[in-house]
């Protein structure tokens, strides 16, 4: 599933070729595309029918289209496969087509939303008074946004009583952070994914955070993180962080920092790649003397 960096890719092309213009349809070519639209595809095109769109916007790993002229938002769900693409009008239709929006102007270009496994979706929400989707007002900052409170993060974390690498998937925490990039942050950090969050220091929060910030900004810069063609952004150009991987998807290849293997497990339905040698389990305290007190004899 595409995360930050992957999702701000497809945000910027969106505001260079969608904000601002003019919905003069919108077509759903399939219903599981609007299933979060609960009045279904009809309600959907002709509630966007004539708004303007505004400025492309993103927390975390949502992505939404506000429209200028009202109170209202279209969220877009990526899911596993989806794609929102600018294309040429006439261009002939990807296989998998799910909606077309086309524009009241003269610019000769479509929006489309193709997705192969239909695991996401687009759906028009109320706005709240900071201008999210009121489905994901929950949603917490990302630590891109100027307006992340790192030290808030550092007293959370510790309240959470988890480990590290649950603690960066709760988005309700912190958002934007998937499997991928909570591997490479923690590989650069030199923190094994097991680690309990109230041991963090605010210094080894800080330097955290300053890892989790670096490697979303190379993978930004590289265009995200493409293992196949399901991830491209508006253009349908993928992107290629992928080759800068050091710990995701490496399992058996040598740790760049110290040669070791890279090892993989599995982790809540899912991998955790990590260096053995570069990050170690934490080691478990010695118990209390109230501790040992209590046990039985």
Known sequence: MPELPEVEVVRRGLERWVSGRVVADAEVLHPRAVRRHIAGGDDFGARLKGHRIGLAQRRGKYLWL???????????????????????????????????????????????????????????????????????????????????????????????????????????????????????????????????TTGFTRPRTAELLGHIRDVMDDALTAGGTSFDSLYVNVNGESGYFDRSLDAYGREGEPCRRCGTLIRRRPWMNRSSYFCPRCQRPARLSPPSSAERSARPT
Do not use: C
């Open 66 to 196: 506000p429209l200028a002229d009202s109170e209202s938002a279209v969220l877009a769900h990526l899911g596993m496969s989806g794609q929102l693409l600018v294309q040429p009008e006439g261009a002939p239709d990807e296989k998998h087509l799910r909606i077309r929006v086309r524009f009241a102007d003269a610019l000769n270009t479509e929006l489309r939303f193709v997705d192969q496994r239909t695991f996401g979706g687009l759906s028009l929400h109320a706005t709240t008074a900071d201008g999210l989707p009121d489905v994901i007002a929950h949603i917490a900052r990302d630590p891109l946004d100027p307006l992340f409170d790192d030290a808030a993060f550092h007293e959370a974390l510790r309240r959470r009583r988890t480990t590290i690498k649950r603690a960066l998937l709760d988005q309700s925490l912190i958002s934007g952070v998937g499997n991928i990039y909570a591997d490479e942050a923690l590989w650069r950090a030199r923190l094994h994914f097991e680690r309990p």
